[in-house]
T-cell receptor, first 113, second 112 residues
Framework: QQQVKQSPQSLIVQKGGISIINCAYE??????FPWYQQFPGKGPALLIA?????SEKKEGRFTISFNKSAKQFSLHIMDSQPGDSATYFC????????????FGTGTLLAVQP | NAGVTQTPKFQVLKTGQSMTLQCAQD?????MSWYRQDPGMGLRLIHY???????DQGEVPNGYNVSRSTTEDFPLRLLSAAPSQTSVYFC???????????FGQGTRLTVV
C-alpha cells in the first residue's frame, strides 16, 4: 500500500535547467514532508523539508512547493548541475508518538553537462 | 563524531543462515530505525525503537528481529535468511520529535 506516490521514476535535465519531482499523498494526518538525496553506495541524506502550514520553502537552489488542498508537494532544483545527479526520495511523516516515515519510490535524476 | 555506523558493508548468506546487522549511533538519539531499500520501492520501514527497551514493527517486519538494550545500539537479526531478503539495509537515527536525518552507509545483503 503506497501512501506516497512519486513521479517521475527517472529524469534527465540539461545543466542549468530546472528539475521538478512530484509527490502526492493520501493521509491527511501526515505532519512533515522531507526530501532526501542519495548518491550511489551512500545512505540517504536529508535535503530539505516542509510543514503543511507552509506553501513554499527555499534553501539555495532547492525549493519545495506544497499544495495542502491537492495533497501534493514537489521539489524544484534550479540551475541543475551534474553534481545534483542522484536519486531523490520524498517522504511523509505520520503524526502521533512514533512519527514513522513513509517514503516515495524515488526519482533517478541525471543532469547532463 | 561518527554519526550512524553500520556493519558489515557487504554480506552474502546462504538460505537458512542467520546473521546480525549492527547499527550504532553516538548522538544520543532516542529514535532508531531499520529500513530496506529495493529497486522501485523506495525505503520501507522494518522495525523501529523509540528508546532503550522499546521496539515496534514497521511495514515489513516478517523474518527480522530487533532489540534495543542501550541507546547507542540497535541490531537487526535475520533469523533464517531467504532470497527475498536480498536488499540494501539502512539504519537511521533521530531525536524523538524529529525526522530521519542521519542514515548509516548501508549493508548490501545477498541471500543465495
Amino acid at each position: 500500500q503506497q501512501q506516497v506516490k512519486q513521479s517521475p521514476q527517472s529524469l534527465i535535465v540539461q545543466k542549468g535547467g530546472i528539475s521538478i519531482i512530484n509527490c502526492a499523498y493520501e493521509n491527511t494526518a501526515f505532519d512533515y514532508f522531507p526530501w532526501y538525496q542519495q548518491f550511489p553506495g551512500k545512505g540517504p541524506a536529508l535535503l530539505i523539508a516542509i510543514r503543511p502550514d507552509v506553501s513554499e520553502k527555499k534553501e539555495g537552489r532547492f525549493t519545495i512547493s506544497f499544495n495542502k488542498s491537492a495533497k501534493q508537494f514537489s521539489l524544484h532544483i534550479m540551475d541543475s548541475q551534474p553534481g545534483d545527479s542522484a536519486t531523490y526520495f520524498c517522504a511523509a511523516r505520520g503524526g502521533g508518538a512514533t512519527n514513522k516515515l513513509i517514503f516515495g519510490t524515488g526519482t533517478l535524476l541525471a543532469v547532463q553537462p | 563524531n561518527a554519526g550512524v555506523t553500520q556493519t558489515p558493508k557487504f554480506q552474502v548468506l546462504k538460505t537458512g543462515q542467520s546473521m546480525t546487522l549492527q547499527c550504532a549511533q553516538d548522538m544520543n538519539h532516542e529514535y532508531m530505525s531499520w529500513y530496506r531499500q529495493d529497486p522501485g520501492m523506495g525505503l520501507r520501514l522494518i522495525h523501529y525503537s523509540v528508546g532503550a527497551g522499546i521496539t515496534d514493527q514497521g511495514e515489513v517486519p516478517n523474518g527480522y528481529n530487533v532489540s534495543r538494550s542501550t541507546t547507542e545500539d540497535f541490531p537487526l537479526r535475520l533469523l533464517s535468511a531467504a532470497p527475498s531478503q536480498t536488499s540494501v539495509y539502512f539504519c537511521a537515527s533521530r531525536y524523538r520529535g524529529g525526522t530521519e536525518a542521519f542514515f548509516g552507509q548501508g549493508t548490501r545483503l545477498t541471500v543465495v
